[in-house]
């Protein structure tokens, strides 16, 4: 089992910067591929990033790359997501996520979920 707990969402305006953290306890974290969603009022959950257990590989949707960063660290059992250049657009619930293994893209197919955190950009 992983429990996980996001933390860092808030109001910025557009152009400006967050930084997202995720905790995670219980089972063995680093062995795990984490991964970043996003949820817009009235939208279906949709990916936004990912980063193998090692951090050796990354992967972003169209709509962040270049503007967000995903990272880790696996001694503070914790993942990160760097977001720069922010857009009203991507106002939304942005919840992590981990999975034994790399490639899922669906909210569904990790294996464990956390809970979520609002990130609100004004425009």
């Known amino acids: 089992q992983v429990q996980l707990i996001e933390s860092g969402g808030g109001l910025v305006q557009a152009g400006g910067s967050l930084r997202l953290s995720c905790a995670a306890s219980?089972?063995?974290?680093?062995?795990?591929?984490l991964g970043w969603f996003r949820q817009a009022l009235g939208k279906e959950r949709e990916f936004v990033a990912a980063?193998?257990?090692?951090?050796?590989?990354?992967s972003y949707s169209d709509s962040v790359k270049g503007r967000f960063t995903i990272s880790r660290d696996n001694a503070k059992n914790t993942v990160y997501l760097q977001m720069n250049i922010l857009k009203p657009e991507d106002t939304a619930v942005y919840y992590c996520?981990?999975?034994?293994?790399?490639?899922?893209?669906?909210?569904?197919?990790?294996?464990?979920r956390g809970q979520g955190t609002q990130v609100t950009v004004s425009s």
């Open positions: 996520a981990a999975d034994r293994k790399w490639g899922h893209r669906s909210w569904f197919e990790y294996d464990y």
């Open positions: 219980g089972d063995t974290f680093r062995f795990y591929v």
């Open positions: 980063i193998t257990w090692s951090g050796s590989a990354t």
